[in-house]
C-alpha cells in the first residue's frame, strides 16, 4: 500500500461513521460500510430502519484472515441496497463487502429478520455480530461465531463509530481482531496500532 492509501485508510477511520452504502426498500433504510480493523479482519457493518415501528436492525460481521489478505487483489469496499419483497409491505436489503480481490454478499429478509451469510440463514434477534474466519484460505470461508453485544444507546448511536463501539464494549470481540500480528507494508502496519487502540476495551 501506497503512502496515499495509507493517509486514505487513516481518514477513513478519523470520521465517525464511513458511509459506503444506502439502502431504502419499501418497509425501511438503512446504511452499510465497511473498513479495514486489524492486520487480519476487515469489518463490515449494516444498520436498517423500519419506517412502520421505528426499531433499528444492526449487524457487524468481523472477516478475518491472513495477515494484509484485504491488500491484494486491488481496492475494496461496500455498497448495499434494498426494495420490497413478498408483496406489499415486504422488505428485503442486501450488502456486498468487496476486498483483496474476493466478495461476499449479505441477504436480508428484514420481515423475518434473518441475513443469509456464507449460505448460512442467521437469526438477527439473535444475533448481531458474526465471525467468519479464512476467507482467503484454500477451503473457503467459514462462520466460526455468533454474538449478541446490547445495541449502543440511542443517545449515543449517532456520534460514535459503530463498529469502534461494539468491539470497544466487547473484549474477545477486540481479542479476535489480531491486533498482535504484523504486515510487510511499513506505512500500513504503522497506523495498525492508532487503528487497534481506538477499539481497544
Not at 484485504?70 to 426494495?83: A, L, N, Q, V, Y
Not at 441475513?115 to 473457503?140: A, H, W, Y
Amino acid at each position: 500500500m501506497t503512502l496515499t492509501g495509507g493517509l486514505v485508510l487513516a481518514g477513513l477511520w478519523a470520521m465517525p461513521v464511513a458511509l459506503s452504502g444506502q439502502a431504502r426498500g419499501f418497509g425501511g433504510g438503512g446504511t452499510s460500510t465497511s473498513r479495514v480493523a486489524s492486520p487480519a479482519v476487515v469489518a463490515s457493518w449494516m444498520s436498517h430502519e423500519n419506517y412502520v415501528d421505528g426499531k433499528a436492525t444492526t449487524l457487524l460481521v468481523l472477516w478475518r484472515g491472513t495477515p494484509g489478505w484485504f491488500t491484494k487483489g486491488g481496492g475494496g469496499g461496500s455498497s448495499g441496497g434494498g426494495g420490497s419483497a413478498g408483496g406489499a409491505g415486504g422488505s428485503s436489503g442486501y450488502q456486498y463487502v468487496s476486498e483483496g480481490g474476493l466478495t461476499f454478499t449479505l441477504e436480508f429478509d428484514y420481515d423475518k429478520k434473518v441475513v443469509k451469510i456464507l449460505n448460512q440463514e442467521i437469526s438477527l434477534t439473535e444475533t448481531n455480530v458474526v465471525l467468519v474466519d479464512f476467507v482467503d484460505s484454500t477451503n473457503g470461508p467459514a462462520i466460526v461465531g455468533y454474538r449478541w453485544v446490547d445495541p449502543v444507546p440511542p443517545a449515543q448511536s449517532s456520534p460514535v463509530d459503530p463498529v469502534v463501539a461494539v468491539v470497544k464494549r466487547t473484549p474477545e470481540l477486540f481479542e479476535y481482531l489480531r491486533c498482535d500480528l504484523s504486515l510487510p507494508d511499513p506505512v500500513m502496519n504503522a497506523m495498525m496500532p492508532i487503528i487497534c487502540g481506538l477499539m481497544r476495551p
